[in-house]
């Protein structure tokens, strides 16, 4: 359980931190940057009223929901190319990458139809007043334009991520976000002759800079010359449908995981709408604001997808286990900073997204849930991106539809909603039920990210276990 790291020094460990965290710390800025964009949204249409903020909330839960699941399917490129890599099979590299391209935009043109399609079922579900659901709906309009590129963008994540080259998704990412604010002040107040949005305007903001993001991002590893050995327009060819098949085998488990974790978030703004628009707006506040600090692991997760994926492709499993609990004690250290961050700032944090001081009572009160479970959602979401460099997918979303639907959804509803168990709690069950998820989840991820790794070192070694 260990990793290995009571065998190794202290040097040991901390050179391999060292490489981890400069694989790590762009990507985790490039990530803070991209939810920044929704950061950004969320306190520019609290500024404008609570209504505009509920109207946001709930349409960035179905853009955030379908983007984050097909991320966690184009996701599958980033252990297959560092395999790849690690094995030394060049042309496998190019190829893959390439098609990695197609592969995102097919996603991509699926996942916008899909959320235009959705619009029509919502308005029948959500119970708000009609300028709030049009405003909802006008969000999803302007996010989904932008999902070819997000997705194109992801693909080209995978293939700068894999050759170690990490600084330019952060570049353009920041460049991304300051093109946002600007869009965002343009679209709600509707200025240069465009039209007033309100809060909507951000959702039509967000799909323009994705489209920049990933324009800038194609252009860049294009020209520079750090890629100038595996340029990845170099190896496009027509649409290969064998490795489409063989990318969904290993990305439909990831992008399920993903699902499953995210719908968990977004369900539950859509089960609370009836509550009001106050309790919306507190959920996505403070939702975002961990959505921030929950960039802290993912990038380390991201990280160890591709250092693990490297060793793991080159058969040393040892230092692929290695790797692991390293990127496992970082991942908790973070952690740790994080929660007393919030424990200590939880006012200042909520008054960032509202001046309302319902929205800022409550929220406060939430941030509490969001501080305890700081620790086992780093535990779980490092070790998915570990379990990911070695290839291992289904077990994983197993375990992350047990905890998140099982568990946070279902006893959620349960406590949030019924007087089955306890008096209900309202938004205050949910997010017990949350905190209850996400431990289910880190402690069941953590032992099988041990076994299996401990099991592949023995098998190399040729122990029988």
Known sequence: MLFELNRASRAEILAE???IAGLALPMMVAQIAQVATSFVDTVMAGRVGTDDLAAVSLGASVFITAYVTLMGVVAALNPILSHHLGSRDQRAFSHDAAQGLWFGLILGILGGGLMLALEAPLRHWLHLPPEVTDK??????????GMPAAMIHRALHAYASSLGHPKAIMVVSLLALALNVPLNYILI???????????????WA????????????????????????NRILAGLAAPDWRRFIAFLRLGVPIGLSFFVEVSLFSFIALLIAELGTVVVATHQSVLNFSSLIYMLPQSVATALSVRVGHHAGAGDYKAARFISGVGMLMGLAMAGGAMLL?????????????????????????LLFAAVYQLTDAAQTIASGALRGYKLTAVPMLIHITSFWMVGLGLGMLLGLTDWIVPRMGIYGFWTAL???????????TYYLARASRKRLHRDQGILL
């Open 17 to 19: 931190a060292r490489q």
């Open 136 to 145: 909802v709906m006008l969000f999803i309009s302007g996010a989904a334009i």
């Open 189 to 203: 107040h509707g200025l240069f002759g465009m039209p007033k949005m309100g809060g909507a305007g951000c959702g």
């Open 206 to 229: 967000t799909g323009i800079a994705f489209w920049f993001n990933c324009l800038a991002l194609l252009a860049y590893v294009s020209w520079h010359r750090n890629f100038r050995d």
């Open 342 to 366: 919030v424990l200590l700032l939880r006012e200042p944090i909520m008054w960032m997204y509202s001046t309302d001081p319902r929205v800022i009572a409550m929220g406060t009160s939430l």
């Open 435 to 445: 905190v209850i998820s996400l431990t289910v989840a880190g402690l069941l991820l």
